[in-house]
């Protein structure tokens, strides 16, 4: 018998393969059974941005109710003392964790897998129970406030309920942060290197690593409040201590981090709206990257080192943050001057966040001078309004963009001009008004209903941000009416691009079929790809 070797096959590997793409989960059912057990990226991002839309049109008009009662700032005359601190602490959360982090969650979980050439997001079921756990979570949440808990609540169990509701949405919105992150990471297609992902993914990456970092450190803070609420109550579970060490995430530079979002969204409607290449794009990268950076706060808990404020780290980075924002404006009038500007109401809006966002970063930087003695007054609260106006305005921007890739209808176009005048002139007197009192010495309301002093101009401060937070209030409610008609399969039917977009998402139709793309995605070889097909430098996409 003979016996013949040969040699095995060399295997090569394919260094230009795309990388490893999420399973594809089972295509969903139609109905209420579709929605309730979906695992389809675009049904969950759909979810988010509905919910978190009616949850921070109400917790706007709750926190103007609240500016509205402090217009006498020397006593309160509808809300006693516990239940006025209640219903402020509330309107924060909700603002925040409830309308602000979900709404752009909801964007990024429908259109980042689209943007990086994904047929799905990574994770998907966990994406899936992360609404659901945030939706419970924050229905608990507003039911432990019912029932006489928060952070301060006579009711003891509710204030026990209170903190694990908490816990719950952060660890949700968490889960829905790791998702995102993880798929412009790992699913992006062939071809895309990090360098060629577009600005809101990106943005996203930054900003998802980002909420990670810092609400990593606050739900320790709510674990070892909930531990000593419970079991000693001796120093961080004290009623009066519970709030206090929670207020940091709220503070620069933490509350910054909110609005990161907006300079993706505002990166890609400026390609839309000038019609032209990107310029310098890895400067935008690094900027967006940097202010990200900046912007992390865990560290800057007042509560434990009240000396912070003045110390040379927090000072150089309230100051070092203005120098990114400042470097993206600069690129985005570069592009106007170069392109044909077309001033959609995404790209309106979208500005007019950057200014909010970039005036709420120098505000943060006087802060922290300690000359001009602004630490611990309302002057800190003013940064954060002008922080939440301009993520208000990206959320806003962010459904104009993609609203008719969302629903598969046109969105109404004509409400994101007014859109655009409401959200600069509310964003403005929601922070004019704290600053206007900050700058007199205001020092914010006690737990009890009461302050130390009463500086000039407060009850002036609290009407103008009453007034601009009643704005801001307005504009969620006009982004809900331009969407709704949308949402509810009405009006004319959108086109796959309607605004010759320059990146991936607008390559499949509105709204995306199952798998997101109807067939492979030929190699990315720039942050413009479907420009390069229409100037000829690739063949095909998709």
Known sequence: MTVTESKPEEVVPDLGAAPAQPALPPEPPSGIAGVLGTADHKTVGRLYVGFSLLFLAAFLVTSALVNAEAMDAASL???????????????????????????????????????????????????????????????????????????????????????????MVILSLGLASVCVVTTVATARARGMSLMRVPLFSWSMLVAGSMWLLNTAALLANLLIVYIDTTHGQVLYGAPANRWIQLTWIFAQPAVLTFA????????????????????????????????????????????????????????????????????????????????????????????AGMLLLLGAAVAGGLYALEPLNLGFTVWGAGVGNAATAAAVAGIAAGVFHWGSKIWGHRVAEPIGKLVFLAVLAGGALYAAGQLIAGANGQLPVLPDGTVDSVAANAELGAMLSTVGCALLAVVTVLVILAALPAALRRGPKADADPWGGQTLEWATSSPPPHGNFLGPIAEVTSPSPLLDVREGAAKEIV
């Open 77 to 167: 005359s509808i809300l006693d003392g516990n239940s006025f601190f209640q219903v402020q602490t509330l309107s924060q959360i909700g603002v925040v964790f409830l309308g602000l982090m979900p709404a752009f969650l909801g964007l990024a979980l429908f259109v980042v897998p689209l943007q990086v050439g994904s047929p799905t997001i990574a994770f998907p079921r966990a994406a899936a129970a992360s609404f659901w756990g945030w939706l419970l979570g924050a229905g608990l949440l507003i039911a432990a406030y019912i029932g006489n808990g928060g952070p301060i609540g006579g009711n003891s169990d509710m204030v026990k309920l209170f903190f694990v509701a908490f816990a």
């Open 260 to 351: 990161l979002p907006l300079l993706g969204i505002l990166g890609d409607a400026t390609t839309v709206a000038t019609r032209i290449r990107p310029a310098r794009y890895g400067v935008s990268l690094g900027a967006i990257g940097a202010a990200g950076a900046l912007t992390f706060g865990a560290y800057a808990q007042t509560a434990f080192n009240p000396a912070l404020i003045t110390e040379g780290l927090f000072v150089l980075q309230s100051l070092a943050v203005i120098l990114p924002l400042l470097a993206l404006l600069g690129g985005v009038a570069d592009s106007v001057r170069r392109g044909r500007l077309r001033p959609t109401s995404a790209f309106l809006v979208a500005v």
